[in-house]
């Protein structure tokens, strides 16, 4: 994906921006940045066809570094923003980008609602247990009993799982990845933006400046043995709804992934969790304003609409 | 009472439990009296509740155009024990029945089987009139094969309840039995023709038994004419139909929720997106990013749902949004407040919603006209000026039918304000917050080649990327504060404020929003000549028309500013804007809309010298003894009865628990 070909015009180079970045040297967030700009070359999406949705915080800058349509919203606030941005154009490819505070701690009501509407776009987490712009307070993915040395005090509260949240919610994409792994996460984002309905990628991110207890090492360190970071799909893992009818393979395959997500070894599985290809928001939305069907809203011309009906049915 | 009555006005008042139809009772009628030229204003109050809590519901029926409702009663017609003499079930009774406010020799029809409440009543000056309803009613079940059920069929009464008001005024049955038809839509055929056949029955007993004692009748129509029977959720959504708005976002909350299920009945038809989110936070933080997006947007809701929208608010200011239009329908606050009752409370929290220093324009519409071209208007500034447009309405607005002229549509000009054109960029970069002699930098639409750009809720440059730079920060406030200026500078003062009357009358009335229906009547009662009168109507409170304002306010003897809330909201934002204190501020923070004849005492009390401060309820002025003092009479009125059941809303026919 490295040079532009006349099919393929588009490399990762298109969707960086010409700007100072100022994350911290060695943040976890380089690497799903650049994944973000390597799926985006990888699949062709033209820049102007993009847009990027973030929240506030270290991840909320991610959108200044995308060469696409950019907007640095609201903290929390990315599901709402990302919803009506893809049913002005549903043309659009809509990535929304945030913090784990932001998903699932402020943001939590949004993205459960998010979830149950399945509108075709991608949500990417970056998930590194804190509050890193606030300097480093435990957010809802830090486990109980942990402290960071940015924490004064341990956690008490039970920590958030985001694949077991996904899956209640309805998220039809459920994925995890980790931040160093561009490779892996490359091809996990790909495949996200490529389903369609809503697509979660909880990524695994490191925080070297705040968080000294998941760092580079740790995640790269063993469990019993093993290493502590493994791919399901090495595993011969099949998280595909293959009859999305059968409401039972629909439940035994989010089984499997609640069952995986929280593996009893400790050790932490990467890949895709659960994928089913249901209709989509979007979808019955066309069923109802057939309109859709053609065009976009925003090609729609809804600027000469006859209300001459509806002023009768008041007479 | 109104002075001109019975001659040009009639007052119609039904009430019962809510869940019992007297909803639909009430606006059949009033679409049969539009249809036969009869100027109608239908004005409704009722409790957070769905079934069984008090509702009434009041039509003013006129052969000249009503704007607003009067205190008297010509006639009651009561479906229910508690319209006569109140919910003395209660330890504090919230009301005591309507009987009180029938006008002398004005009537109360009600049910035989509430006789006993009857005798309750104390009025000497009114007439009673028992109506054998379960015995109508068995006559026209008798008709369908249904003979002995009239119990499993109470649920009719209110059918029967409206045919006994039409037969009582002498009005025409066919059209009300016309209406009562199409209020059943197209699928209920037989239980419609039931319906129709018991209230038939009950205005032929009225018109035998009542129509020849009766001391109101309805004057003569009017001469016909197209007009449109219409209530301000509906004329909001119209309106912002015809804008082309193309995505609603709400939240479900009284009593801003009908139009926007209205919306939603629409959807199909007009090709527009209404989404109901998970709560108000999203709900505008969608419409911001839909109007980002290139299409029209809007949100609709109330104090409470608002309450969560100013976080919103600031993201659209910041990041220049074209939008969106925000409905605020003002009801009863803090908090939970009053969730059904009108209150002008949020006027000074709408132009101050949010931290820093958020450019919108706030305006209110005062009736349902002005809610169907103020919310076509509102996008055209918010396209034109990249900002939040807050359109403020009430529950009063919200929940009254009138009669309005059609709609005339052909002046309304859609402008969607500076859009990037893409071969015209001669430096080739887009800055979608470039700074520009006018303020507003053209947009650009998400998808569009050679448009992208990055817009953010932190302070930025101007091609929005995050800046904390002294020189930039001043000019990127200057560029969107001066925004509110051009506002000011463009939009003519005919849309900021009405001058009803010269303006050269003793006495100026100042309002805003629902009360002008009142103002309006009020005025016309009392100096039908113009010569003491005249209304000023704020309703556009920011950009204010100082200057033009301020001259109007010194020029007057003495102004009377009517605000439907404690704080006296709109009086002390006019002496913030041009340094005028009007002499008096009439206020009511009771729940309930101003009706004609409170307007009219509050005029007459400030110009025989009343005090600064008028608190006005239940058709008067009142002292500070009020409250209390009828708090206490309400329970002593529980005491002095035995104890009544509370009402019980009639399942329908075979309805399975």
Not at chain 1, 145 to 159: F, R
Not at chain 2, 592 to 604: C, G, H, I, M
């Amino acid at each position: 994906m490295g040079t532009a070909t006349e099919l393929n015009p588009y490399t990762a180079q298109d969707y960086r921006a010409d700007i100072h970045n100022d994350w911290c040297p060695g943040c976890g967030d380089f690497g799903i940045l650049s994944a973000i700009q390597m799926a985006l070359a990888k699949l062709q999406v033209a820049p102007h066809r993009a847009a990027v949705v973030s929240g506030i915080g270290c991840s909320g800058k991610t959108s200044h570094y995308m060469n696409t349509y950019a907007f640095h919203t609201l903290h929390g606030r990315v599901m709402p923003c990302v919803t009506a941005l893809k049913l002005a154009n549903h043309d659009l490819t809509v990535l929304g980008v945030g913090g784990d505070g932001d998903a699932y701690g402020i943001g939590a009501g949004h993205f459960v609602n998010g979830g149950r509407r399945n509108l075709d776009i991608t949500y990417v987490v970056f998930n590194n247990d804190i509050y890193a712009l606030t300097k480093g307070q435990a957010s809802p993915t830090i486990a109980k009993g942990e402290k960071t040395k940015s924490m004064s005090e341990e956690s008490i509260m039970e920590s958030l799982n985001p694949i077991q949240l996904a899956l209640a919610c309805g998220y039809t994409f459920v994925a995890r990845a980790y931040a160093l792994d561009i490779k892996h996460l490359v091809e996990v984002v790909s495949q996200a933006i490529e389903h369609r309905g809503s697509s979660l990628i909880d990524v695994l991110q490191t925080c070297p400046t705040y968080n000294d207890l998941h760092s580079k090492s740790w995640y790269a360190g063993q469990v019993g043995g093993q290493p502590r970071l493994f791919k399901l799909d090495e595993t011969g893992y099949d998280p595909i709804v293959h009859n999305p009818a059968d409401l039972t393979e629909v439940t035994q395959k989010k089984a499997q992934a609640l069952l995986k997500s929280q593996d009893s070894s400790g050790r932490i599985a990467l890949g895709v969790y659960y994928k089913n290809e249901v209709p989509t928001y979007g979808d019955f939305l066309k069923e109802k304003i057939t309109a859709l069907a053609d065009k976009p809203l925003v090609e729609l011309d809804l600027y000469h609409r006859d209300i001459t009906p509806n002023l009768r049915g008041l007479m | 009472m109104s002075e001109n009555s019975p001659h040009s006005d009639f007052s119609w008042m039904i009430g019962g439990p809510q869940g019992s139809g007297i909803n639909v009772s009430a606006e059949t009628f009033a679409k049969a009296l539009s249809r036969a030229g009869y100027y109608v204003f239908a004005q409704i109050e009722y409790h957070s509740n769905i079934k069984g809590k008090h509702s009434a519901y009041r039509l003013r029926i006129s052969n000249q155009p009503v704007n607003s409702h009067v205190e008297a009663i010509h006639l009651l017609s009561a479906l229910d024990e508690e319209t006569l003499v109140g919910d003395l079930y209660h330890e504090f009774p919230a009301h005591p029945g309507h009987a009180h406010e029938i006008a002398p020799q004005g009537a109360i029809l009600y049910d035989r089987e509430h006789s006993k409440f009857a005798q309750w009543i104390e009025r000497k000056d009114i007439q009673l009139w028992e109506i054998p309803y379960a015995e109508l009613l068995e006559k026209a079940l008798a008709e369908s094969g249904k003979a002995g059920q009239a119990r499993a069929y109470r649920i009719m009464n209110n059918s029967m309840v409206l045919g006994a008001s039409v037969g009582a005024l002498g009005f025409d049955f066919d059209p009300v039995g016309e209406a009562i038809r199409e209020s059943f839509g197209s699928k209920a055929g037989k239980v419609a023709e039931m319906n129709v056949s018991a209230a038939r029955y009950a205005c032929e007993y009225a018109q035998e038994n009542f129509s020849r004692k009766t001391a109101y009748r309805l004057p003569p129509a009017p001469p016909r004419r197209e007009q449109i029977l219409i209530r301000g959720t509906q004329a909001v959504g119209l309106g912002k139909l015809q804008a082309g708005c193309g995505i609603q976002t709400y939240y479900p909350i009284s009593p801003a929720t009908d139009e926007s299920v209205y919306l939603e009945e629409n959807q199909r038809e007009h090709n527009l997106i209404v989404l109901q989110t998970e709560d108000e936070v999203s709900a505008i933080d969608a419409a911001v990013m839909a109007a980002h997006g290139g299409v029209r947007s809007s949100t609709s809701t109330s104090g409470p749902g608002f309450a969560l929208m100013p976080e919103g608010l600031g993201f659209a200011a910041i990041t220049e949004a074209p939008g969106p239009v925000v409905v605020i329908y003002q009801r009863g606050g803090p908090s939970t407040g009053l969730p059904t009752r009108w209150e002008q409370g949020d006027l000074t929290f709408a132009l101050a919603a949010g931290q820093g220093d958020i450019p919108r324009i706030v305006m209110a519409s005062g009736d349902a006209e002005e809610c169907f071209y103020d919310s076509f208007d509102a996008f055209n500034y918010a396209d034109r000026y990249q900002l939040p447009v807050i359109l403020l309405v009430d529950k009063h607005l919200s929940s009254s039918y009138q009669t309005v002229p059609v709609f005339d549509t052909t002046k309304l000009k859609i402008d969607r304000g500076p859009v990037f054109d893409p071969s015209n960029n001669g430096h080739g970069e887009f800055f979608r917050h470039a700074f520009t002699p006018t303020g507003v930098s053209p947009r650009s639409i998400p998808g569009q080649p050679g448009g992208m750009f990055w817009t953010t809720s932190d302070e930025h440059d101007p091609r929005g990327h995050i800046t904390e730079s002294i020189s930039n920060r001043m000019a990127m406030m200057e560029k969107r504060m001066g925004k509110v200026d051009l506002a000011g500078r463009e939009i003519p003062n005919e849309k900021k404020f009405s001058l009803f009357g010269s303006g050269k009358t003793p006495v100026l009335a100042l309002g805003w929003g629902s009360t002008k229906g009142a103002i309006v009547d009020a005025i016309r009662r009392l100096d039908p000549e113009g010569r003491t009168y005249s209304f000023l109507q704020i309703r556009m409170m920011r950009p204010f028309a100082t200057e033009a304002i301020r001259a109007l306010l010194e020029k007057a003897g003495k102004v009377v500013c009517f605000d439907g809330n404690y704080s006296e909201q709109l009086a002390r934002l006019v002496r913030v804007e041009t340094g005028f204190l009007p002499q008096h501020r009439v206020v009511k923070y009771d729940g309930r809309p101003f009706s004609e004849d409170e307007v009219a005492v509050a005029l007459e009390h400030a110009v025989a010298g009343g005090a600064e401060r008028i608190v006005i309820s239940g058709g008067r002025v009142v002292g500070p003894e009020f409250p209390m003092a009828e708090f206490d009479r309400m329970v002593e009125l529980r005491r002095k009865h035995e104890k009544m059941l509370p009402p019980m809303v009639p399942l329908p026919p075979g309805y399975n628990r």
